[in-house]
């Protein structure tokens, strides 16, 4: 995370299905404009949800502040320049998306469900919001957005405990598994 000034950028990573509840990043963004009226929440991913989700981008009158990139093979470009990675599932096994985010020094702001819970403690290396709360989600992301030296701590606590998820220490566990 950058202390450039902050350009208020989100990314929501996931298939268009009803449980990823990208409706709930969608009505989120409605408090984040208020504040930021130039933000944008980039939705990556397809799936059956594109037309309702489209609808909802509509009717919360968010045209400017959001917008769907599809299927996406270069995610990394899009978490260089997010200054949140937010994520709204109902359900998770574990988000490998938040892995992701937390390794390239984003910060998190997701629901609370198991697979989140496995990767983030609220509040040292990301926050959990409840499910379907956009205004806790706001907060939190707004939270963010306004004070660097917080997502700088967050980012920091985050890189540090998504090293145990990659390449070296997975496999290094897969070795001493294998060699018992």
């Known amino acids: ?3 450039d000034v902050c350009s208020s950028d989100l990314l929501c990573v996931g ?24 933000a944008l929440l980039l939705l990556a991913g397809n799936g ?15 045209e400017r502040n959001v ?10 470009d899009y978490q260089h320049v997010a200054d949140v990675l937010v994520s709204c599932s109902h359900r998770e096994g574990l988000p490998l998306n938040i892995v ?10 997701a629901t609370e469900n198991r697979g989140h819970r496995e990767l983030i403690r609220d509040g040292e290396n990301g926050f959990l919001v409840p499910k379907d709360n956009e205004a806790a989600m706001a907060e939190k992301v707004l939270a963010l957005l306004g004070d ?17 998820y990659g390449d070296l220490n997975v496999k290094q566990e897969l070795k001493r598994i294998y060699e018992m």
Do not use: D
Not at 15 to 24: A, C, H, S, V
Not at 48 to 62: A, D, F, V
Not at 67 to 76: I, P
Not at 100 to 109: F, H, K, R, W
């Open 148 to 164: 660097v030296a917080l997502a700088s701590e967050i980012c920091s606590a985050a890189k540090k405990y998504a090293e145990k």
């Open 100 to 109: 992701e985010a937390m390794m390239s020094g984003n910060p998190v702001v």
């Open 67 to 76: 917008r769907m990139l599809g299927y996406c093979t270069h995610l990394q």
């Open 48 to 62: 059956p949800e594109q037309e309702n989700l489209e609808r909802e981008i509509k009717s919360c009158g968010m």
């Open 15 to 38: 298939e268009l299905l009803p449980n990823k509840n990208q409706m709930m990043a969608i009505r989120m963004m409605r408090r984040i404009t208020e504040r930021y009226p130039g």
């Open 1 to 3: 995370w950058s202390s």
